[in-house]
């Protein structure tokens, strides 16, 4: 989305790493407390994985030098011959496919629709009595004025060069489409096959499986792929299955080049070529599902899929044009801009630096799930991670990263303290263990056994943490834990931060967050979102964010909480991937989670 003032879309521009999303109408994420000069516009950028870290649907190009790739939250992506470069952005919209007939004529369609005429994107209205939220599911173009779509409704589309009418119907679902010339269209679907033939869309045959996609050389040689890694042929007279792949729960993708040279790809980074006599499965290198492929010639074909995999054949091997770690995240802290860090799934540990994120080895390949710090950084800080199974690292200047011996076996959800000889871990079957000044992790009783997820303190006297059924417990000067007030809530409660003791919040599932102030009360705030919240963090009672499921965020600017993109129609962050932490720190919010997503926020 371009700034207020500008178009829609603007010209054809890259905006390496950043989605332009300038967000006047909101305060900076991480900015000061206590108010004083407006804040600065601020962006989103993705800081892993790089360029996106959005789920791609399709790719398509008009040339070796000339690739789109599309996906959620409307991203488009291009590649020039020499990197990708993220172009566009629209959070409200999902894109579904990508096409065209050449560099001045590009269609990325989906929720929206939209059209690249080789200076400008526009916007263009979608299909007639379209539906919202995935309205196209496939697009075949052969020139400016020809193009043609699906919904998901039951409808065949045709673009004209001004827009787009109404021309089939009666066939059912169709999720595919292709071409060969403009009077050799097909489109087929769970139960049909449709052909246009320069006059009309007549039915031929049944696909004999649902198809995802589809491609061909003739219009005798058609592939089509679906559930299951089972594929179909057309050869000009009938549909014949055959058993792709054994190995993958579906295929997304498949592009036919010759007759003895097509690819198909689909779950688990599995992709396979057919050398017009067998398919040959070839895994890529990397785990995520990959949903489109397509190519130039046997030594340039392109796959793309999730958490933004980027990956390109050379007619050898596979490559990898994403960088960053993949593993989901859950966890972040950070003390400056400096001093960042991120933990996740497999051991992960991700540290930000002057070069970006890079990965650090914790001696550990459990989950971590809680992260925190102290001192400056980089090299006086000390960190904790903890994880499943009573894992507990810690990082120092001297040694690195350690294993510390852990006093229990449950698996542990969080971490915070006020020093170094004051540090708090929670977890499973109501968890709380304390490292003290004998730096030794020691078991503190209390008055729960259910799993608790979040701990915060502001002092050694004022320390909380909060689980399952709504619990909340306190730590106070006599070192004792004691249940609160009731909380007024059932909801799982998964974070608790605070900016002092008079001011702490709690988030959970269902969109519930609670406030404690200085009247040691605890009271439900309205979310305005029913979206389970999994982290909440700040810099002050003026400049709280709670993060969830499903890319949702809300800012607490002192008076209410509010989605800061809905003041604009759009109501999520630049990923739809869960988040599942925040940290604030010298003017920035960063937030991680699945699919090893880092966003920061920042002027």
Not at 84 to 105: F, I, M, T
Not at 248 to 256: D, P
Not at 294 to 304: D, E, I, M, Q, S
Request: aromatic content about 10%; hydrophobic content about 40%.
């Amino acid at each position: 989305m371009s700034s207020s003032s500008a178009p829609r879309f603007g010209g054809h521009r890259a905006l390496p790493l950043t989605f332009a999303l300038p967000l006047l109408a909101l305060l900076a994420a991480c900015n000061s407390a206590t108010g004083g000069a407006p804040p600065a516009p601020a962006v989103w950028r993705f800081e892993n994985p790089l360029p996106a870290g959005a789920d791609l649907h399709r790719v398509w190009g008009a040339a070796s030098n000339d690739v789109y790739a599309v996906g959620e939250r409307g991203v488009i992506l291009h590649y020039d011959g020499a990197a990708w470069s993220v172009l566009r952005y629209e959070p409200a919209w999902d894109l579904a496919s990508v096409g065209g007939s050449g560099r001045g004529d590009v269609h990325a369609v989906g929720s929206e629709t939209a059209h690249w005429n080789g200076s400008t994107w526009s916007s263009t209205a979608g299909p007639p009595g379209s539906l919202p939220y995935w309205s196209i599911r496939a697009l075949w173009v052969s020139g400016p004025r020809d193009a043609w779509a699906t919904t998901d409704g039951e409808g065949i589309f045709h673009w004209d060069g001004q827009g787009w009418s109404s021309a089939g119907a009666g066939f059912g679902p169709l999720g595919a489409m292709w071409g060969s010339a403009p009077d050799d269209v097909w489109a087929v679907g769970e139960t049909t096959t449709a052909h246009f033939d320069g006059s009309a869309w007549i039915q031929v045959g049944t696909p004999l499986l649902p198809a995802e996609d589809m491609s061909g050389t003739a219009s005798y040689d058609i592939w089509t792929v679906g559930a299951g890694g089972w594929g179909a042929h057309w050869d000009g007279v009938e549909w014949a299955t055959t058993q792709i792949a054994t190995n993958v729960g579906s295929l997304h993708g498949i592009w036919a080049h010759t007759a003895t040279d097509a690819w198909a790809v689909g779950s688990g980074g599995w992709t396979f070529h057919w050398d017009g006599a067998s398919w040959t499965p070839i895994w890529s290198g990397v785990p995520s599902d990959l949903e489109s492929v397509w190519g130039t010639a046997a030594y340039n074909v392109w796959a793309v899929g999730r958490d933004g995999t980027i990956l390109r054949w050379n007619g050898a091997a596979w490559s990898s044009f994403t960088s960053g770690a993949a593993p989901d995240l859950w966890a972040g802290w950070g003390s400056s801009a400096k001093g960042a860090w991120a933990v996740g799934d497999g051991g992960t540990i991700l540290r930000w630096t002057a070069d970006g994120w890079v990965s650090e080895d914790g001696g550990t390949f459990a989950p971590l799930r809680g992260v925190w710090g102290w001192g400056p950084p980089p090299a006086q800080q000390t960190i904790w991670a903890v994880g499943s199974g009573g894992t507990i690292v810690r990082r120092d200047a001297a040694s690195g990263w350690t294993r510390e011996s852990p006093a229990t076996s449950a698996d542990l959800e969080a971490v915070s303290g006020i020093s170094t000889t004051d540090v708090w871990a929670v977890g499973s079957s109501g968890t709380i263990l304390r490292r003290g000044t004998s730096a030794s992790w020691l078991p503190e009783p209390n008055a729960t056994l259910v799993a608790l997820h979040g701990v915060w303190a502001s002092s050694g006297h004022d320390v909380w943490a909060v689980g399952d059924g709504g619990v909340i417990l306190r730590r106070d000067g006599s070192g004792s834990w004691f249940q609160e007030q009731p909380s007024g809530t059932s909801a799982r409660l998964t974070a608790v931060w605070g900016s002092s003791a008079s001011d702490v919040w709690a988030v959970g599932d269902g969109g519930v967050i609670l406030h404690r102030d200085g009247s040691g009360s605890w009271s439900a705030v309205p979310s305005g979102t029913l979206v389970p919240l999994r982290a909440v963090g700040g810099t002050g009672p003026r400049d709280v964010w709670a993060v969830g499921v499903h890319g949702m965020a809300v800012h607490w600017d002192g008076t209410a909480w509010n989605n800061p993109l809905e003041a604009q129609e759009r109501r999520w962050m630049p990923t739809a991937h869960d988040l599942n932490g925040v940290a604030c720190a010298d003017g920035e919010l960063r937030v991680v989670g699945a699919g090893g997503v880092i966003l920061t926020h920042a002027p």
